[in-house]
DNA sequence: TTACCTTTGGGACAAATGTCCCGTTTTATT
DNA sequence: AATAAAACGGGACATTTGTCCCAAAGGTAA
């Protein structure tokens, strides 16, 4: 995807940076880009009218953002936040609209993109719902491992669409419940270790 | 897409029929054909290692399966079930790697039914976990009165993801709390009347 | 019809989660 | 350094949901 960008530069497209912390796409509103990450993490959160927030997903490095809002040309449904800084390809949503339909690489690249996603959140949601949220919070120690970064709790719990509150208390009880393999558990484990919690996971 | 796929009869594309109850994709296998239904209705459900399943989606007349499979070239994700008769459009999985790259119409539809797909999970996996289950099952209640068909209450539970026992009550503390809307609440209300009980639900 | 199975409805209790609240620790700002 | 703001950790209690159980109602095959 980047080469895609780096040379089709011609076109309008920018390099936009963005400090922590800034909410560069709104719900609700109208995008005039497509951003695709170059630098830095992001999450991807939906704002119900209760004031709680979902997050369904966290967007690092090459990921692309926007792109369904030009599909359907409906207004933005989430809201992108930086957590960390970063920097993102802006795309202007018309030019991106051409490209779409004149690029056939991007066009195989958006559809794989949009159905690996489709997987994503199917395989979430499901192990979200039917399982303890043990097993999620592991899962999500993972990523998090593996992306290198340290997210704040609120951020974790509202991944887990839980409380920060139930958030503590599931942690504590990871580490009293599986006496040897959890003592352990701490919130900067590698992705091997966690790989080998999750194995173990009755 | 009806459309589309009855002038392309000539490529290997047939017409397949199944009995109510017929899991005719199964979860981890390949499968050999893309669906589009012509008619009935299907439960797209995920079943996890512990024996609980979770219904992400009911597939009703025009709606495309196994696409995702081809696009990713991954064994199915998840398992196709009829709950009516259904007829549906059988296309062989190679027949349909060509169409999509083939065809600029049916690429186009593709984008837009995959951003589409995305968007609903999304909202729906967010409502889901941040509301009570009464809204969800308001919205439930709905889009099978809108569909027309009666699910079983196992069905409908398992796409609220909770136990029949919590449907049960779910339906009783409507009926119970608010006294005046809802005391006529019942399982076959016409959408409009669904409709505004959801506009009235606090 | 009878036997059997599935669906439905709900009581009683246990387990999980949310809410409210407080004090401590960390981080940012002046 | 001093202060304010945010993040963290957890007690106590209410609410929600699951589990286990039983019983009634409807459908189906011998």
Redesign the interface.
């Known amino acids: 995807m980047e080469r895609l960008l780096a040379g089709e530069q011609a076109g309008g497209i920018t390099l936009a940076s963005f400090p922590p912390g800034e909410r560069f796409i709104r719900q609700g509103e109208t995008s005039r880009y497509v951003y695709v990450i170059r630098d830095g993490i992001t999450k991807c959160y939906?704002r119900?009218d209760?004031g709680?927030d979902?997050i369904?997903e966290f967007l690092g490095k090459g990921e692309i953002t926007g792109?369904?809002e030009v599909?359907?040309k409906?207004v933005c449904?989430?809201n992108i936040e930086t957590i960390t800084a970063v920097t993102a390809y802006a795309i202007p949503t018309g030019e991106f609209a051409l490209l779409?339909?004149a690029d056939?690489e991007l066009?195989?690249l958006?559809?794989?993109e949009?159905?690996?996603?489709?997987?994503q959140?199917?395989?979430r949601?499901?192990?979200?719902?039917?399982?303890p949220v043990e097993y999620g919070l592991l899962r999500l120690l993972k990523l998090q491992s593996e992306a290198k970064v340290r997210f704040s709790k609120k951020n974790m719990a509202d991944y887990l669409?839980i409380t920060v509150r139930s958030f503590n208390r599931t942690i504590r009880q990871l580490r009293e419940k599986n006496v040897v393999s959890m003592e352990g558990l701490h919130l900067d484990m590698s992705p091997q270790e966690l790989e080998e919690l999750l194995r173990r996971w009755e």
Chains 1, 2 share one sequence.
């Open positions: 939906i119900e209760n709680k979902y369904f792109e369904l599909i359907r409906t449904l989430c779409m339909r056939a066009n195989g958006l559809l794989e949009l159905a690996t996603r489709i997987q959140t199917c395989v949601a499901s192990y979200q719902q039917l399982y669409a």
